[in-house]
Nanobody, 118 residues
Framework: QVQLVESGGGLVQTGGSLRLSCAASGSTFTFNVINVMGWYRQAPGKERELVADIRSGSIRNYADFVKGRFTISRDNGWKTVSLQMNSLKPEDTAVYYC?????????WGQGTQVTVSS
């Protein structure tokens, strides 16, 4: 009973910045059960991979290839999760997906395209 909608994707130049946002909707009970939210990405012909996630206590986890460049954050009610992306590289080009996890199941957004031109 959680719906996720991503926004903020687009076309940027190498070295530029972009901020992705994921809006979650559903029952307040379900929001209280969410314990992890994160961002994944998938490029054509490649596996979907974790970019970053954030969990209870604001504990953050980043993939090695984005450490020092990306920052994940959320609000206290798990209604939004954002990904600030700086120093973007062409290899960051992919569809970025928002994910939320509860004690019972995972929820995924439809994805937003990020393209970094060289």
């Amino acid at each position: 009973q959680v719906q996720l909608v991503e926004s903020g994707g687009g076309l940027v130049q190498t070295g530029g910045s972009l901020r992705l946002s994921c809006a979650a909707s559903g029952s307040t009970f379900t929001f209280n059960v969410i314990n992890v939210m994160g961002w994944y990405r998938q490029a054509p012909g490649k596996e979907r991979e974790l970019v970053a996630d954030i969990r209870s206590g604001s504990i953050r986890n980043y993939a090695d290839f984005v450490k020092g460049r990306f920052t994940i954050s959320r609000d206290n009610g798990w209604k939004t999760v954002s990904l600030q992306m700086n120093s973007l590289k062409p290899e960051d080009t992919a569809v970025y997906y928002c994910r939320a996890r509860t004690s019972s199941r995972d929820y995924w957004g439809q994805g937003t395209q990020v393209t970094v031109s060289s």
